[in-house]
């Protein structure tokens, strides 16, 4: 197996394929939802620009400062969006090229940059089929058919997902658990004699 540099190391490491993967992860839910922000606000193209950076170092190319500025961008487009479907949207897009930057330090707060756009995205479904929790729970689901053995690994480095009075929050915290008992259950099968 081929040896690839750490990112950083303060707690953990983490590697450049490591965070591709989160990047993937993340950049998949913001754009799943993309159209919703460019619907609301079509001249806008912060959050589509977002995207881009994000998927180009999902797909390999380097980090730079367009991951970064392309974040911000996207983040403040969230800040003036005229609805809740729409702030969300764009957050899930900032939140995707933010991923790029994800901190190796073992705090609870950086689940947000794994698991937030996933959990806005199933907020955002939520919204849009009339706050029927289900579509939540079903959008959720197909975040954790969309987990990897990779981005479970990662995950389970960082402390749970604190908890949060806000919907976003508390979908958030759902999605964790329900992720880290999906490891939990593979561990327990591994860890059974042939």
């Known amino acids: 197996m081929a040896s690839h540099p750490a990112v950083g190391?303060?707690?953990?490491?983490?590697?450049m394929p490591e965070l591709r993967e989160v990047a993937r992860f993340v950049v998949l839910h913001a754009q799943d939802v993309l159209a919703v922000y460019e619907q609301a606000v079509p001249a806008d193209e912060g959050p589509r620009a977002a995207l881009a950076a994000a998927w180009a170092f999902a797909e390999g190319a380097r980090r730079t400062a367009w991951q970064r500025t392309a974040s911000v961008q996207a983040h403040r487009s969230a800040?003036?969006?005229p609805s809740e479907v729409a702030r969300l949207a764009a957050r899930c897009a900032g939140d995707a090229a933010a991923?790029?930057?994800l901190h190796p330090i073992a705090r609870a707060t950086q689940v947000g940059h794994i698991l937030r756009a996933a959990a806005s995205a199933a907020r955002i479904a939520e919204v849009q089929a009339g706050e029927d929790p289900a579509a939540a729970d079903a959008a959720l689901g197909?975040?954790?058919?969309?987990?990897?053995?990779?981005?479970?690994?990662?995950l389970g480095r960082y402390p749970a997902a604190p908890a949060g009075r806000d919907r976003v929050a508390r979908l958030m915290c759902t999605l964790d658990r329900t992720l880290r008992e999906r490891v939990d259950v593979v561990d327990s099968a591994s860890e059974r004699p042939a």
């Open 9 to 15: 190391t303060a707690d953990f490491e983490l590697t």
């Open 79 to 81: 800040r003036s969006a």
């Open 99 to 101: 991923a790029a930057y």
């Open 142 to 154: 197909r975040s954790r058919q969309r987990a990897t053995p990779v981005l479970l690994d990662v």
